[in-house]
């Protein structure tokens, strides 16, 4: 089935409301989860509401909280999400490093006593939307990735997202998990009964694997970005590591969680991390903006490897994905719909794509 | 043949000297270079001489250059390096960020107009050293990798480096290029006639290829990390791709090279990007520094794959092969010490190594 846009964000917001969300709250969390189906982001999508529910049930999740500023300078904050979802509280804490940016060059906004924010491209768009480089990273609850050398699940897929302004429209917006791939890929492997590439999986002793089974049903790992220690996964660990120093480690939350938090993370465990920063501090900032829209053309035009798939520069993927599904509407599968219709249900929120 | 620390950097200074390099500028390069050397970096020390070296005759390196502050802000600063080596630059730039980041919290400092500035970690220790969080990245002149999806060498190398002070001594220090690896391990089988890893080297039609001499000999290209698209190495491309942004991007140099323009670059056509965050600015500097000492020691105590070699963290290799240099002394190959040798002899630098 697929769903116009604005209805299915509807409905996400009309379930977040019937949660006790506030309602500016449920408003841009909605926008958050909806456009991250809507670029083809869809494990950070509409699909996170079952988990939600979830923390939201255990006592967990305190969706009825509001972010608050609890500290700042002229360059920096602190958020407060008061245990809630890091949307509302991420989009302040974007909001102030902006104004920030704005006002004197750059700014560091970071949330803390937080929970699942969503996608972090969602945040660096708003810098470069705004003509500033944007960054951002949080922390994960999984412990799925074993560092290099490890046989042990210690970091999660701890993405990063980074961001300029170039083109109108079409901004450089990098936004990558630092494990190679994430979870879902392996299964979708596992689905077809097919091997995994090699440098996705370990076994439980820390062995490269193609088996998508090892990760599956025998508690293996997910690897960094690498895939070896011969393809260097020490970099991809490396980024997972100061994913974390910049989120958990600036905002005083729990720099590694343990096996058994990970499905059900403590009320406020995790961080975010924001940054903007205005190029014309350095130059005139309309000849960087035109400057980085040539960088990305030229990069487009490189030679391709298969003359129907041109080189493509981070953000294209995405923004093909969003122009397809505003055409087309944003598919949802047969489970997850039945999923969030007895969310629906359950919490007395109309359903909307009936 | 192996030499003190102290000599070996007295050398590189020698011949900088020779070369009218202005003695501030020297003992810094000399610094940058020896440090290189001694954390097993070899690829950023001594054997970086022969390469200025050529650039210098050639017109296109101005080793008399003083770097000079062109233009700043409370949050930033513009350094010039006047088509000199980067080295003092990137120091200038680094401790101008630590000054105006103690000063109010943050900082960032591009430098225009510059040549190779040696190992970007000598950078971002400096500011972990000061108790700040540090970030630094650089535009390379090579044109050795292909971006995912493409049969043509576009990128270079284009490293990352991010710090964080932790236990004393023993910062969070990551330094990584943006390929998977660099051309020199790749050489390093060709001469041991032995295949590269799955993931190191694309021939060029831009397939996946395990014979060294598909680089070496065929024209064709070193990957992104990740190492193929199914290892997710469009990661590693975007992480290159922002490495340009934020250096050539915010100082205004080119963002891409030409081919052959990547052994001999035009003077001044690089850019290197430094930022200084205080960590004090969103809680007790002192418990976000033992709380990162801490992880560091937790990840270090992950079960490891073979027991005789433990989990380590960015900056342990460099820092167990600077404490066996400093001891045994830093190895210089026979090939290199002839080079450098001739160095000294045309350019009347004294010969220390003797």
Same mark, same amino acid.
């Given at each position: ?56 049930? /255990? %006592?967990? @999740?305190?969706? #009825?909280? &509001?972010? *608050?500023? =609890? ?6 904050? $602190? +958020? ?8 509302? /509280? %991420?989009? @302040?804490?974007? #909001?102030? &490093?902006? *104004?920030? =940016? ?6 560091? $906004? +970071? ?9 972090? %491209? ?5 810098? &470069? ?226």
């Amino acid at each position: 089935m697929t769903f116009p846009h604005e209805k299915h964000r509807a409905q996400i917001e009309a379930i977040l409301r019937a949660w006790n969300m506030a309602p500016e709250g449920a408003a841009i969390a909605a926008d958050v989860l909806a456009w991250a189906d809507l670029c083809g982001i869809d494990s950070h999508g509409m699909s996170m509401l079952p988990p939600y529910d979830k923390l939201r049930r /255990a %006592g967990l @999740l305190n969706v #009825e909280a &509001a972010p *608050k500023i =609890a500290r700042e300078t002229p360059v920096s904050a $602190v +958020v407060d999400a008061g245990g809630g979802l890091g949307h509302p /509280a %991420g989009k @302040l804490a974007m #909001e102030t &490093a902006i *104004k920030k =940016a704005k006002a004197i060059g750059m700014a560091t $906004v +970071v949330v803390r006593n937080t929970a699942h924010y969503g996608a972090c %491209g969602y945040y660096t768009k708003m810098a &470069a939307d705004a003509g500033l480089i944007g960054m951002s990273t949080t922390t994960t609850p999984g412990v799925t990735v074993a560092p290099t050398g490890g046989a042990q699940g210690r970091l999660g897929t701890d993405p990063w997202s980074m961001s300029a302004p170039g083109e109108p429209g079409r901004p450089f917006l990098l936004d990558m998990a630092t494990a190679t791939v994430a979870s879902g890929k392996v299964r979708n492997k596992a689905n077809e009964k097919l091997p995994t590439p090699p440098g996705w999986v370990m076994s439980r002793d820390g062995k490269p694997s193609t088996d998508p089974l090892d990760l599956l049903e025998r508690k293996g790992y997910l690897t960094s970005l690498g895939g070896t220690p011969d393809g260097a996964s020490h970099k991809g660990y490396g980024l997972a590591a100061m994913a974390r120093v910049m989120s958990a480690g600036l905002a005083g939350a729990p720099m590694l969680l343990r096996p058994e938090q990970a499905s059900a993370p403590p009320t406020g465990s995790l961080a975010h991390f924001f940054l903007a920063l205005d190029p014309g501090l350095f130059r005139d900032a309309d000849e960087f903006r035109a400057d980085v829209a040539d960088f990305c053309d030229s990069l487009r035009a490189t030679t391709p490897v298969d003359p129907a798939r041109p080189v493509q520069v981070a953000g294209d993927p995405e923004r093909a994905s969003a122009a397809r599904r505003m055409r087309d509407g944003i598919p949802v599968g047969k489970g997850l719909l039945a999923q969030v219709k007895a969310l629906a249900e359950e919490s007395g929120a109309a359903w909307l794509l009936g």
